[in-house]
């Protein structure tokens, strides 16, 4: 019988400052990875004005006049950043009811002729003329520096928590010039549901390492899968981010970090709900299959405990056995925005999608 769980451990980041209390809030960081995938982190690191300063801009970014927002769409760009119109984006062949911006942290594209495509994907965002919106781009930009530095202080602590040393998981990120990580900001509206489906965003993994969720807004709506495939309700609380933990350092911790299935509900009532997920990413050459690491066996005693996880319907990253993990992110990017992805990597959408485009989101 697998161990499960019926709501969603909250962390004080504030134990990690004190040695007498560190090794617990480390207790608390490798139950959360091994059992739940999902855990939410109070007191952390990242300024309340910076997360305040940031929040504030939300509903005045969504209220830009649609051509202004037409003018960042993402179809302007080969590194996916930009402007999602609702509706634009499909997980499991099911339209997403979200409207979204996807920025990253600051990037020069490395790619140069004869590399390959996957290195494309990395590069500058498009940002929301100054005059429009001012003070936005150096908010964001604030909030994606303090959010990064966090992650990598949670994958120092996650790496002692499975038994390594603290730089045990930093093989995989290149020197900091050489690395991107991705954010959004996204608007679930309300929907009727007597004629459209409730799905803001279907059920998924996330790619990458560790994602950082800011729930921007009073709002229920996402919600995790445990281990026997119940929904559980992940509802906001203030003064907290949401982690959780992605397929590729699932790949790599064989297992023990875990990613867990999440989707988002649209919301109820009136007004929309505000999230603004950031995504660390690992090197684009990261070869995964040939990085697997060790762990002892106390700690994969702990991986048997937990059981085997009931299979869920997420789509899944299968590519990380053969793949390089850019190559895995940007297959993960044509099937999300397929428009896109005919745009600027013709060849790949076309093994992707043999017949075209698809005209109802087919791509899981
Ligand atoms: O909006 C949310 O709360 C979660 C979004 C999410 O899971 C994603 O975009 O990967
Ligand atoms: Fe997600």
Redesign the pocket.
Known sequence: MASNFSSIPILDWSLTLDPATRQQFVGQLRHAAINVGFLYLSNSTVPQGTVDTLISYIPKLFALPQDTKEKIRMANSEHFLGYSRLGAEFTKGKTDIREQFDFATPHVSRWKPGDPDHYRLWGPSQWPDEDLIPGFKAAMEEYLLQVQELSYAVAKLLSEALGLPPDGLSKFYDSPELMQHRSKI?KYPVVDTSSQSDQG?GP?Y?AGFL?I?L?ASDHR??QVQNLSGQWIDAPPIPGTFVINFGKAIEFVTQGLARATS?R?VSPKGTTPRY?I?FFQNISLDARLAESVLQFPPEILKLRELRGDVATTESVNFSEFDREPSGKVNLIGRVKSHPDVAQRHYPELFAQIFPQGLPAHGSAY
């Open positions: 996204v965003v998924h996330d994602t969720l729930q709506g996402l999440h988002v999230s997920p």
